[in-house]
């Protein structure tokens, strides 16, 4: 925890009430020590860095001039949040922020009363925002309602959405645009352009607003003014897009001086319908090395902040994502048809080496993962071959473009799917618990999940080769350190593989990442062991040989149990009138909390002695078989 000696003002502030006490020119010494703290206590414990640094004017300003949380103040892209969890009671705890029983890594309405609503994904708030303000006019209550969208987030189609409908019901809310240029990376897109274009119209932004004080509104003067500034500001700023769609803009303002941002949200505040505030800011404001790296110090581990992130050296073993984009770049030298696809995610997702090696084939659609998976169908229909590179929660957003665009249609595209299963310190909004089970019930899918880095990489090549839509989805890290080749193989559609034969009629069928615990577990016990590799098709001839030669099954998997790939294992038993008992161990019907990914995975019971202990509970007989053997 921070010593609070060093921080004379933030140790006076519990709450935004207490904020609200102190004289405008006071805000932004606050806000330097705000900063300040920011960087001591991320550097301490890590976490998301960069953004929140980029508003914390804003945050202070906004607690400062509203009510909260009697107003509503919805954030979007949650990593801004850490400068709005100090200032509202979390000072003091947030160090433990993305550790187990912790601070969650973004707004969480269970967490505290300012967390108006919960955010983990992106261009959510201004939605929420309409719907809260919609609710709240129609039972006559009059407190605002602000959403904060930024780091790219605007980019999305469901921001657009949202303020189409806002412009058309003329709600009294206020949408703030933290326009800083960039998301995880540089933002993209025609968007990015236009907005570029705000950055050298201040000037002109100050003459207009002059201008429009000084003619009266009804003069002639007045309305050839109105008139000129329609067609002229289209030129210079964005601020027609917004008009057009009903939003009265104000903008671009300096989104680190405090003054203006004080002046300009007390002027919007009791102003009817739909408002929109243009905030410049600099993401890593006030910490060089996050200014000059805001890619690099988007999100980081503990740090000297004197010194800065030091860059660690390449891990001994490599990550899945390591391994697919090794092999996405193996893949395009030997065939021109293969593209490849990222929303927002090039560096999450592994595609930074492609994107350099192959700049006319790769395609960063921005935070729009409809467009993307609904895009590579196009790319599909006309002979091209796309990877959609995409994170296990990502996908989800675009499932009816998933369904109907891609599998319906038996198009040739492959999902490259990360951070499936267990991830850990982001929490229930990034925990890839259920891909398996939304993936599972599509028609022409092809699922695959390996069980190390060799079975990643040969399942990628697979997938590819399949003509039609195939997914292959791999954790977050590095897996048990198999040996891989560098041909790219392929394996037989829908055959599992079986790694060890027991003695006492108990079988494991493991699904991806389970099967190491699952080895040391069968080996105990002597259970015969498959590794699945396929979710789907199933390898029914060996799933029904097995039924006819034990007497239990026990399937394991890190996804949801319900609708998992153990599902479809008692699914195909039953459909082929065959009884056997069958113990499932997934994921809980629950969402995980955050905390390390061993954490989790202790938490949600599948460490290895509580696997164990499980499988000894539900079946007895057959350990004490194996154990009267051995002795």
């Not at 057009?244 to 671009?252: I, N």
């Not at 091209?384 to 994170?391: C, D, L, Q, R, S």
């Amino acid at each position: 925890m921070n010593d609070l000696s060093r921080y004379p003002y933030l140790a006076q502030i519990e709450s935004p009430e207490d904020l609200r006490r102190f004289p405008d020119d006071q805000l932004p010494a606050i806000a330097d020590e705000l900063r300040r703290y920011l960087i001591e206590a991320v550097a301490s414990s890590g976490g998301h860095f960069g953004a929140g640094l980029g508003v914390v004017e804003l945050t202070v300003a906004l607690h400062h001039v509203f009510d909260t949380p009697r107003d509503r103040l919805v954030w979007d892209v949650g990593h801004q949040c850490y400068p709005h969890k100090i200032l509202t009671g979390r000072r003091d705890r947030i160090t433990t922020i993305k550790k187990k029983d912790g601070l969650a890594p973004f707004p969480r309405r269970e967490e505290s009363e300012y967390d108006t609503f919960g955010v983990g994904h992106s261009s959510t708030s201004i939605s929420a925002a309409l719907g809260m303000a919609i609710a709240l006019q129609r039972r006559g209550d009059n407190r605002k309602v602000i959403a904060v969208i930024g780091d790219g987030a605007i980019t999305a189609g469901m921001a657009f959405e949202a303020l189409n409908h806002g412009g058309d019901v003329e709600p009294n809310m206020l949408v703030i645009l933290n326009d800083n240029g960039m998301s995880i990376s540089e933002n993209v897109g025609a968007m990015t352009k236009m907005m570029a274009r705000a950055m050298s119209s201040r000037t002109l932004n100050a003459w207009r607003e002059r201008a429009k004080k000084a003619m009266p509104r009804e003069s002639f003067f007045g309305r050839f003014f109105k008139r000129w500034e329609e067609h002229a500001k289209g030129m210079f700023v964005p601020s027609t897009l917004f008009e057009e769609l009903g939003f009265h803009y104000t903008g671009p303002i300096d989104g680190h001086n405090m003054a203006q941002l004080v002046q300009a949200l007390e002027t919007v505040k009791d102003l009817p319908g739909p408002q929109l505030i243009h905030v410049m800011t600099t993401k890593g404001k006030g910490y060089e090395p996050a200014e000059k790296g805001p890619i690099e110090y988007h999100a980081v581990g503990p740090f000297d902040p004197v010194a800065g992130v030091v860059k660690k050296g390449a891990p001994a073993k490599p990550t899945y994502t390591d391994i697919f984009s090794d092999w996405l770049c193996d893949m395009a030298a030997t065939d021109e048809r293969l593209l490849g696809i990222t929303p927002a995610m090039r560096e999450g997702s592994g595609l930074v080496r492609f994107s350099k090696e192959y700049p006319q084939r790769y395609f960063d659609v921005a935070i729009a993962e409809q467009h993307a998976v609904t895009l590579a169908a196009g790319m599909a229909v006309e002979g091209a071959k796309p990877v959609v590179a995409i994170y296990s929660t990502f996908l989800q957003r675009a499932y009816d473009q998933a369904i109907h665009d891609v599998a319906l249609q038996n198009l040739d595209v492959t999902f490259a799917i990360d951070r499936a299963g267990v991830v850990g310190p982001d929490g229930a909004t990034h925990s890839g618990s259920f891909d398996l089970s939304f993936m599972r019930c599509l028609p022409n899918m092809v699922i695959m999940a390996p069980a190390d880095e060799h079975e990643c990489r040969t399942m990628l090549s697979t997938g590819y080769q399949y003509h039609g839509p195939a997914a292959i989805r791999y954790p977050r890290g590095t897996g048990p350190g198999a040996k891989m080749v560098e041909a790219l193989e392929t394996f037989p559609i829908g055959k599992a593989e079986v790694r060890r034969r027991g003695h006492h009629g108990l079988a494991i069928l493991s699904f991806g990442t389970m099967l190491a615990p699952a080895a040391v577990i069968a080996a105990e016990v002597d259970a015969t062991l498959v590794n699945m590799r396929f979710v789907k098709p199933l390898d029914e001839e060996l799933i029904l040989e097995m039924a006819r030669t034990h007497k239990a099954f026990v399937t394991i998997e890190d996804n949801a149990i319900a609708g998992g790939a153990g599902a479809g294992v008692a699914e195909l038993l039953a459909a082929n009138g065959v009884t056997i008992p069958i113990f499932h161990l997934g994921l809980p019907d629950a969402y995980l909390e955050h905390g390390s990914r061993e954490e989790v995975l202790t938490m949600a019971g599948l460490d290895l002695p509580q696997i164990r202990s499980a499988i000894v509970t539900r079946f007895p007989q057959f350990i004490a078989s194996a154990v009267a053997s051995a002795g």
